[in-house]
């Protein structure tokens, strides 16, 4: 079955212009969440959403922001962009429940550049 | 707040040398644990899990042990290959969300 699908895997951007990266779940997975990665801060968790809403959300400036639909697909959009946001982005994705040790799978990733 | 501490890196080993490297946690209540690989270029991938105390995780030679009196996920294999070589994240998740907290992971090369 087809895993997490990010795009675009690749994009660069210039400063104060704004971004929207997408991403379509594992078929049947409710939940997604959105991960930033970067060389000095490491994995950090952006936000969650789970049946259209945000369940969940990081320490992250309101610049960022994510929306899903009623097919379960996400997208995060950033704006005013600048060069910090620099990085790759994950999305990864779940059934959702509330049972413990819920696998949380991820895409390969969209790389993000601001020149 | 919840916090999972790695053994620093760059790890850098002999193919069928033994490989441990070490994870600590922080945490209220019973988290799961996690180890995921990153291999270059690409996303994260699980590479074996524990939901409980005094679980054993395994997956393709790996294998981790949930220690809650100690709160150590350290992840082991007895024999490495190159094909090993990756970024290791360790990570841990409450019951409930859907939220992982990493450490900063730890660069594994392997030398044929």
């Known amino acids: 079955k087809a895993g997490v699908t990010q795009t675009p895997r690749y994009l660069i951007k210039t400063r104060g212009q704004q971004v929207t990266l997408s991403c379509s779940p594992i078929?049947?997975?409710?939940?997604v969440s959105w991960y930033q990665q970067t060389p000095g801060q490491g994995l950090q968790f952006l936000f969650e959403?789970?049946?259209?809403?945000?369940?969940n959300k990081g320490n992250f400036p309101g610049r960022f922001s994510g929306r899903q639909f009623s097919n379960s697909r996400s997208e995060m959009n950033v704006s005013t962009l600048e060069l910090g946001d620099s990085a790759l982005y994950l999305c990864?994705?779940?059934?959702?429940?509330?049972?413990?040790?819920?696998?949380?799978?991820f895409g390969e990733g969209s790389w993000l550049t601001v020149v | 707040g919840d916090s999972v501490t790695q053994m620093e890196g760059p790890v850098t080993l002999s193919e069928e040398a033994c490989l441990t490297i070490?994870?600590?946690?922080?945490?209220?209540?019973?988290?799961?644990l996690f180890w995921y690989v990153q291999y270059p270029g690409e996303g994260l991938q699980l590479l074996l899990k524990?939901?409980?105390?005094?679980d054993k995780g395994s997956n393709k030679g790996f294998e981790a042990t949930y220690r809650k009196e100690t709160t150590s996920f350290h992840l082991e294999k007895g024999s490495v290959q190159v094909s090993d070589s990756a970024v290791y994240f360790c990570?841990?998740?409450?019951?409930?969300?859907?939220?992982?907290?990493f450490g900063q992971g730890t660069r594994l090369t392997i030398n044929p």
């Open positions: 070490n994870c600590t946690y922080t945490a209220t209540g019973y988290p799961s």
């Open positions: 524990a939901t409980k105390a005094d």
């Open positions: 990570a841990l998740s409450h019951q409930g969300a859907q939220k992982l907290v």
């Open positions: 990864a994705s779940s059934f959702g429940d509330t049972s413990s040790g819920n696998t949380i799978y």
């Open positions: 959403y789970f049946s259209e809403t945000q369940r």
């Open positions: 078929s049947g997975h409710r939940s």
